[in-house]
């Protein structure tokens, strides 16, 4: 590989320093130099077999770092899920969060056709080829990757491979397969384990259970990647739980998408919320977090069926539901206030919740409408007995959109010190995902930047790089530093922004004029130059 020198820009080190005036050298994949001030390109450009890039008047910032994107099954259907990925500037994504990831798989067969179906809406359509982790991984050594992967291992999937959906407690021997299914993982490279304790069957799981799950973490010293219990009335008692967890297994705590849902909640639990974040590390305790900078999350509609419906049995649950009595019995369970479970359909309501992913071709009609205007549409006496309908039809496969954020309270989690910024993309099949898998990233730059002033551009760039780096131990990457691997954009700091919206979420974002993965050009100018320039990323 030529060397390459990109020359001039103002560089954005990724560490939240003012920006300077210089040049980055570039050998093979990594940086090999950083020249301070104006470089004088005469000298350069006789230099044989050498790549010159002028960046004059253009920001050079390292590759931005999604430590929170549910794409652990996209590299084994192809590349093409690297174009909105790239197009943003990122460099380096982490799967296996939320508690779901590919692997293990229950040896039952039954049981592993429920977990790929319940899984869906988030992860995608299923790949049946891989049954362990330690799999998984040497698949991803062998297919050709877009950007750079990193992978956890999920609580609810480990689970799942040990007990199915069952709400009974672990037995010794069952949770001695679940550990040895974490260490196994922990020994081939996995970067974290994720918990899902608002998803069925962790649900279920107590903070004693999590405690002897996670024995392994303190050995290799790796973070917890939380989705809480509860992110709207119990966000504080959620939040003081996965404290716990921490404290008690002696891990790191990375508490994953910070938010305060629900209309009641906003603009003061956040702050309580917060408080205890702050009193936790204070004591020394690492407690950090995350975020998407949108008012409106994304989940599975099976997330609307309380646990107790549910009762350890999700295929039986959603078979009810195609009842009479089924629907009844739904209803009346929605219509009850639970400590341990985020009721939507009071707290928000059902003209909040949008359909945005589908798999029958007959049900496609109902994408991008509120569950409450879809049930009036299709002559439903509630909106409730349509989602109760529509998730027995789909076998629970239904992806949605949550209006359940206030942009106060997301300012506040963006300002906190030791806040990264997600995407948090699901991948269900529809052409109406969450706009933030096009646009999570520049849309940081466009409105909490630019527009805003929310943040300073050092900051954002810091929160998206070397923080994210640091926090799940990234070695080499999240800097313009020497030594550091070459993962690099290019923009116009005016011109880069998002184009995503809630209306029409599926549009790339604009003016990332080169990015470079490994050292060599991945991006340029709206459009792929090399879709294998990233590399799988085991913890070493």
Not at 63 to 83: A, K, L, N, S, W
Not at 111 to 120: P, R
Not at 145 to 162: D, E
Request: hydrophobic share 40%.
């Amino acid at each position: 590989m030529p060397e390459i020198l990109i020359a001039n820009g103002l560089l954005y080190d990724g560490t939240g320093k003012e920006p300077f005036f210089g040049s980055v050298l570039i050998d093979d994949d990594r940086i090999s130099k950083i020249f301070r001030g104006k470089t004088d390109l005469k000298q350069w450009k006789k230099k044989s077999g050498l790549m010159l890039i002028n960046a004059a008047g253009r920001a050079v910032t390292p590759g931005f770092i999604d430590i929170h994107r549910h794409c652990d099954i996209q590299p084994f259907f192809g590349t093409e899920f690297g174009v909105p990925v790239l197009a943003q500037g990122i460099t380096t994504v982490v799967a296996g969060n939320c508690g779901f990831s590919m692997a293990p798989v229950s040896e039952d067969e039954k049981i592993a056709e429920e977990t790929y179906s319940f899984a869906e809406p988030v992860l995608g359509k299923p790949y049946r080829k891989i049954k362990s982790f330690e799999a998984y991984m040497n698949y991803l050594d062998q297919v050709r990757l877009p950007v750079n992967f990193v992978s956890m291992i999920g609580c609810g999937t480990v689970k799942t491979a040990v007990k199915g959906f069952s709400s009974a407690p672990f037995t010794d021997e069952e949770m001695e397969k679940a550990v040895r299914y974490i260490d196994e993982a922990l020994t081939v490279g996995a970067a974290g384990v994720s918990a899902g304790i608002m998803y069925i069957p962790e649900c279920y799981n107590s903070v004693k259970d999590y405690v002897r799950m996670l024995k392994p973490l303190k050995k290799y010293g790796v973070p917890l990647c939380v989705h809480m219990r509860g992110e709207g009335d119990s966000l504080t008692a959620s939040v003081k739980e996965v404290i716990e967890i921490g404290k008690l297994a002696e891990c790191p705590v990375e508490i994953s998408h910070f938010k305060s849902c629900g209309k009641e909640n906003w603009r003061k639990e956040i702050y309580k919320a917060i408080q205890l974040i702050e009193d936790a590390r204070s004591g020394e305790q690492d407690v950090t977090c995350d975020f998407y900078p949108y008012d409106g999350g994304s989940t599975s509609l099976t997330t609307m069926i309380p646990p107790a419906f549910v009762a350890g049995d999700m295929k039986r649950a959603l078979l009810e539901l195609g009842t009479e009595e089924g629907v009844k019995r739904f209803r009346c369970a929605l219509e009850h206030t639970w400590s341990d479970w985020d009721n939507y359909a009071t707290t928000l309501g059902w003209e909040r919740i949008i359909i945005s992913g589908v798999n029958k071709a007959e049900n496609q009609r109902f994408v991008g409408k509120t569950v409450s205007d879809a049930a009036k549409d299709s002559g439903f006496e509630s909106a409730a007995d349509f989602a109760a309908w529509i998730m027995n039809d789909e076998d629970g496969k239904v992806a949605i959109i949550n209006m359940s954020m206030c942009q106060e309270d997301i300012d506040e989690v963006a300002k906190l010190p030791y806040s990264c910024v997600i995407s948090d993309s699901i991948y269900a099949e529809t052409d109406k995902p969450h706009p933030r898998m096009y646009g999570a990233f520049p849309k940081i730059l466009r409105e909490y930047v630019r527009e805003r002033h929310v943040l300073s551009m050092e900051n954002a760039i810091y929160k998206m790089t070397a923080l994210p780096a640091m926090r799940m131990k990234i070695a080499g990457r999240g800097k313009l530093e020497e030594g550091y691997f070459a993962d690099i954009n290019i923009f116009d700091p005016v011109k880069f922004k998002d184009t995503a919206t809630y209306d029409k979420p599926a549009q790339l974002a604009e003016g990332l004029e080169k990015c470079f993965v490994n050292g060599k050009l991945a991006w340029e100018d709206g459009k792929i130059c090399d879709d294998g320039c990233g590399k799988n990323l085991r913890r070493r």
